[in-house]
């Protein structure tokens, strides 16, 4: 059983998400402002405008998630280049493994397409037992 994803992310902006969606000219998959309320009724501490892998999330293998996320990437790369200007953003891939893991490979290639886009690239692994659920 496994639930893995990746996503593009944009944080660290005061103004709104649709300024974000106006520069790549993509609709994103979930945003927040910086106070809207999250865990408990807490107030968020950043703004996020995210981009989720079109793949579903039973995909098991990360460098699916991240090939599917750079093939809508990669003919944004100058809107890319603008926001990081004035923003943080990066990749994250996340995987939840029940049982286990299926490790995940990033090919040369791959790695060449994450380098041109100049992104950070975070990983979140987590291995779980069979019995525990997301």
């Known amino acids: 059983m ?3 994803y990746a996503y593009f992310w944009v944080g660290e902006f ?12 993509l609709e994103p998959t979930e945003t927040w402002k910086k106070g809207d309320p999250w865990l ?3 107030p968020r501490q950043s703004s996020r405008w995210r981009l989720m892998s079109p793949l579903p999330r039973t995909e098991m293998f990360m460098d699916k ?17 603008v926001l990081q200007t004035e ?8 995987g939840y493994f029940y049982g286990e893991n299926p490790g995940f490979h990033l090919s040369r290639g791959l790695i ?6 100049s992104l950070d690239i975070d ?6 037992g069979e019995k525990d659920s997301v």
């Open 112 to 117: 060449a397409r994450l380098h041109a886009l």
């Open 14 to 25: 005061e103004g709104s998400p649709e300024a974000v969606t106006a520069v790549l000219g």
């Open 65 to 81: 998630h991240l090939e599917a996320l750079l093939s809508i990437l990669e003919p944004k790369t100058a809107a890319i280049r």
């Open 40 to 42: 408990e009724n807490r």
């Open 2 to 4: 496994y639930d893995t």
């Open 123 to 128: 990983f979140d692994l987590y291995c779980c």
């Open 87 to 94: 923003h943080e953003i990066g990749i994250n891939c996340v």
